[in-house]
């Protein structure tokens, strides 16, 4: 029996344990602080509690339109009595739940949890120091490092660590306040600045490159800019902030651009950063920068009998994509062979409108050679989308020209993040075009508008 110690109980490495105790390993995952993780704890979960919340509310605004008059001043008044404390208090519950059914299926699963802090002594023994004050040394055949990543602050905004929100710490926000300015304008700072722009926040997003979601499409990422600055969000890109202040008021935050920005809360979503200086890497021969350490990028080994998963080594920073890593490196680490393919990762922005992406973008297939033929469909044409006035985007897939085969796809519009699995699928069966475009989809549903880009 192989015994196993995984380092971090997130989304990495607490499947990492499941899975190398189903091939019979004694497993022992150690935590530092919350079982979960940032995702769960501090991220994917709560962001998407808080984002339905403000989506509802954002409905709730509309609906004097389908109503007899005088229904704007009842919605309005609706919208007044929304309660901050009630919003986090319904995002913190489904957060407990989740975390309790992790906590249930490790101990199911005969996974040891030890809360505390591991470090290498060398490859095969690990040292804690454990919550309760006690240390113990960890003999071990292998392990599986998964302990992610932390928020990143630029020099400018260091010394304010403690005065302004990262993405752990704005859903502990003792009230909403009335205008923040994110800095950074990709996932993380497009997702929030929905979330508290339909809250009723005065919202403004400073953004150093040109657009903003600069790792995804440009068609799709003008469509949520569209959106989002047509509900009042204002953009500034191409800009840094250069200085930040903290005053009476609030902070005044000055860009790069000469313009000056006054509000009273700021959110830094700059991106991610890895500290492995506690875990002693020097004992084992491996060096670290703050992107993490590098993996053999198929099978997640780092070195010998030791693996390393979700954003420690920086293949992609998504909480599924940690998840798949931890269960291929359990696998390999048991001596039952399994392959990862960062290809196959979806993308998926909870922004309304959404966007989701899988497989190869245009650019990244014309770097390999291959000649794109687009297919896309808008939702203007969709019936269901044109009934629920849902109009905003289009689905838009990508094949090879030469061999009609199915290289990837973006969605920018409603349903987005649900419907790009029906493409994931396509792409494992490693299905052409044409053979997409004989899927019978149901009408009317948003999902047809896949069939009609295939067709086009």
């Not at 113990?136 to 602050?153: N, Q, R, W």
């Not at 809250?199 to 989002?228: C, H, Y």
């Not at 009476?248 to 200086?277: C, E, H, P, W």
């Not at 940690?322 to 696998?331: D, I, L, N, T």
Request: negative net charge.
């Amino acid at each position: 029996m192989k015994n196993i110690v995984v380092i971090g109980g997130g989304p990495g490495g607490y499947p990492a344990a499941l899975k190398a105790a189903a091939l019979g390993a004694k497993v022992t995952l150690v935590e530092k602080n919350k079982l979960g993780g940032v995702c769960l704890n501090c991220g994917c979960i709560p962001s998407k509690s808080l984002l339905d919340a403000a989506h509802r509310f954002h409905t709730a605004r509309h609906l004097p339109s389908l109503c007899t008059d005088g229904a704007q001043e009842a919605a309005e008044a609706l919208f007044a009595a929304r309660s901050w404390d009630k919003i986090k208090a319904r995002q913190q519950a489904a957060t407990r739940k989740l975390t309790q059914g992790i906590a249930f299926l490790l101990k199911k699963s005969g996974v040891e949890v030890i809360q505390g802090e591991a470090s290498f002594v060398e490859e095969h023994t690990i040292h804690v120091k454990c919550a309760d004050g006690t240390e113990k040394d960890l003999p071990c055949d292998g392990v599986i490092l998964a302990t992610g990543s932390e928020a990143f602050f630029p020099p400018s905004f260091d010394q304010l660590k403690d005065k302004i929100y990262d993405n752990s710490t704005v859903f502990d926000m003792p009230a909403l306040p009335k205008s923040m300015v994110i800095i950074g304008g990709g996932v993380i700072g497009c997702e929030m600045a929905d979330l508290l722009n339909a809250l009723g926040v005065e919202v403004s997003v400073v953004e150093m490159q040109p657009r903003i979601l600069p790792l995804e499409d440009e068609n799709a990422a003008r469509v949520l800019f569209q959106a989002l600055s047509k509900r009042g969000v204002a953009f500034h890109t191409g800009a840094s902030a250069t200085a930040c202040t903290a005053d009476a008021n609030g902070f005044a935050l000055t860009l790069s651009d000469g313009k000056t920005l006054q509000v009273q809360a700021v959110l830094a979503a700059i991106g991610r950063t890895v500290d492995l200086g506690a875990l002693h890497l020097e004992n084992i021969g491996v060096e670290w920068t703050r992107k993490g350490v590098k993996v053999n990028p198929e099978t997640l080994q780092l070195k010998n009998d030791i693996y390393a998963v979700g954003d420690v080594n920086g293949l992609f920073q998504l909480a599924h994509a940690a998840s798949r890593q931890g269960e291929v490196a359990a696998s390999n680490l048991c001596g039952v062979p399994a392959v990862y393919y960062n290809e196959s990762v979806p993308r998926a922005i909870y922004t309304s409108p959404e966007i989701a992406a899988v497989g190869l973008s245009r650019a990244q297939a014309e770097a390999k050679g291959i000649t794109v033929k687009s297919h896309k469909a808008f939702l203007l044409a969709n019936g269901r989308a044109v009934a629920q006035e849902q109009t905003e985007g289009y689905y838009e897939l990508f094949g090879d020209a030469q061999t009609g085969l199915l290289l990837g796809a973006v969605l920018a519009g409603a349903y987005a993040t649900e419907l790009i699995h029906a493409v994931s699928v396509a792409l494992a069966a490693q299905m052409t075009v044409e053979q997409f475009r004989e899927v019978i989809f149901a009408h009317p549903t948003f999902a047809e508008s896949l069939g009609e880009a295939a067709a086009k």
